[in-house]
């Protein structure tokens, strides 16, 4: 679907609202929250959705909006600008200038606010989905490297962001982690939690992996000051150096990512690895199975703990569950 095509599905308040209802955004039936007799959807020209839930109750007859307990609900935005607004991030368009001219937003901090959203909405299915790399008769290359440094050594002062990662080259999967320091006490436990015993590990000769072997995996490692492929073992790491160039590629052209949300623009790196052949279809689907919605009218009490927390605020006024930390770090992603 091409964003002309979307615009013509989304081409009334009624394809809206049928648009979202196909695929699980808003509920097809509510019940009423003071009296729970079934509900009508009805036209509301008042409301800025045009549709709103009517109590069939007599004695009561309230109004419920489209959007109650849903992903849309405490957004000022139009559902319409919303899905747009989705597209345009699903493929990596939405730079500033697209997203004021398709989706007439003129605040940039409600555009900072939603892309922050919905890498947040990548991080909650990736921590919902965990998996490990590897197995036996696989070969993973780890290895780690520094984000967030003073270029040149010039300019002010920034304690580094280390990364280690790991990544599979026959199955196409990696994970990333970001880590205190590269001592063996980090490192060691990390790839025990994401690589798979009987794995045949590849690594440099970084002195933190040279426990890696009698940890349950087979060892091999390349000596990078002679050579990049072992003349001998045929071990290399070069699979894992090109993740990290791939993930620092958006590092260069925004000139550096906020320090607080490297983690999330992580998880969004990840994400886009295992889910870039179809990424419209992929997050709406990931949105509607974070943001459940059924027969009764869900409340913003839900068990999900994303709910409360719609796109108004940055990501650094997260409640602290939703944020990750080093100890329950991402889930491992699939390259297609």
Known sequence: MNLGLLETTL???????????????????????KCQTHCQLKKREQVKDGFAWRCRNSRCRSWISLRHGTFFM??????????????????????????????????????TDWKNFLRDVCLDYLRRHPRQIGGP?????????????RKHNVGRLVEPIWVFGGYDPA??????????N????????????????????????????????????????????????????????????????E???????????????????????????????????????????GYPVGKELLSTSSENPLLPTLPLQSVENLPVELKINIDCSLPPFKHY
């Not at 009624?14 to 039936?29: D, H, I, K, M």
């Not at 405490?74 to 004021?100: D, G, P």
């Not at 008769?137 to 440094?149: A, L, P």
């Not at 993930?247 to 906020?258: F, S, Y």
Request: glycine share 4%; hydrophobic share 35%.
């Open 74 to 111: 405490a957004s000022k935005l139009t559902i319409k600008v919303i899905i747009k607004l989705i597209y345009l991030w699903a493929f990596e368009m939405a730079t500033e200038n697209n997203v004021r001219r398709e989706c007439g937003i003129s605040s940039s901090h409600t555009i």
């Open 137 to 149: 008769g696989h070969t993973v290359e780890i290895d780690e490297s520094v984000f967030n440094r």
């Open 171 to 180: 199955e196409k999967e990696g994970f990333l982690v970001t880590v205190p």
């Open 247 to 289: 993930a620092k590629q958006r590092n260069k052209r925004e000139c550096g990512t906020n320090r607080e949300l490297l983690e999330t623009y992580l998880s969004e790196f990840m994400w886009r690895q295992k889910f870039g052949h179809n990424p419209f279809v992929s997050i709406i689907n990931q949105i509607a199975e």
């Open 11 to 33: 081409n009334s308040t009624e394809a809206v609202v049928e648009f979202c209802q196909e695929r699980s955004l808003l509920p097809t039936s509510v019940a009423c929250p």
């Open 182 to 245: 590269r001592n063996a006490e980090t490192l060691l436990p990390i790839i025990k939690k994401y690589i798979l015993p009987g794995t045949t590990v590849v690594s440099d000769c970084w002195r933190a992996y040279n426990r890696v072997g009698s940890e349950g995996f087979s060892h091999l490692t390349v000596n990078h000051s002679l050579h990049f492929v072992d003349p001998i073992t045929k071990a290399t790491t070069n699979h894992v150096e090109r993740m990290w160039k």
